[in-house]
């Protein structure tokens, strides 16, 4: 399936310079060279897998990767192999999970992005269903790419 409002949410609301389907490219590297000739300085790593794989291919030297998931490898019996992990090595990145390291600062995050949002800095997008019965095929979406933006379940409203 074809999504290309997804693309236009990041590129026209969220104001991202550029993007892209992954669904709808079958060479991930190719087209990370195509939106990033230059390289990449920083990732925020919430995918793994293949789309990993291409990104060390694309980093630059002395890149940083903010691990913070990997969606593409929870329902898989066998993770993926990265294959491109001596990148880390030849171009000196730096890789690191490290939100627990910094979750004093939670308060702290919330305030300021309330405020963010209060003034238009930051948008957001839900996707809402209402009621608990559709809990399990909102959850199943996640990993099928049937929703945009984040996904809230409405228990009831008072
Ligand atoms: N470190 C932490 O404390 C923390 C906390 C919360 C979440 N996370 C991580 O943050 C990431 C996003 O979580 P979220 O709750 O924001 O999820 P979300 O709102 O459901 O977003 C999931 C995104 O991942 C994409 N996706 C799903 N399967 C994929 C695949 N196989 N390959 C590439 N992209 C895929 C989806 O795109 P499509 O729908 O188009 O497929 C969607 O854009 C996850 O890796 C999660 O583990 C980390």
């Given at each position: ?8 949410l990041v590129?026209?609301?969220f ?5 892209f ?27 793994g ?5 291409a ?19 929870y329902?898989?019996?066998?993770p993926?192999g990265?294959q491109?992990l001596?990148c ?12 627990l ?10 305030e ?9 800095k930051?948008f ?8 608990l ?14 929703k945009v933006?984040?996904q809230?379940?409405?228990v009831?409203?008072?």
């Amino acid at each position: 399936m074809s999504l290309p409002t997804q693309v236009n949410l990041v590129k026209n609301k969220f104001g991202y310079d550029e993007a892209f389907n992954y669904k709808e490219e079958p060479h991930l590297n190719a087209a990370l060279k195509r939106y990033f000739p230059k390289g990449i300085d920083i990732y925020f790593e919430n995918v793994g897998g293949p789309m990993l794989d291409a990104v060390l291919l694309n980093m630059r030297i002395k890149g940083r990767i903010a691990v913070c998931g990997m969606i593409s490898q929870y329902n898989l019996e066998k993770p993926d192999g990265v294959q491109n992990l001596f990148c880390l090595v030849s171009k000196r990145i730096r890789m690191e999970f490290n939100v627990l390291d910094y979750y004093h600062l939670y308060p702290k995050f919330l305030e300021l992005t309330h405020q963010y949002i209060k003034e238009g800095k930051i948008f957001y997008v839900e996707d809402t269903v209402e009621g608990l019965e559709q809990a399990p095929a909102a959850l199943i979406g996640l990993f099928t790419g049937s929703k945009v933006g984040k996904q809230v379940v409405v228990v009831a409203r008072e």
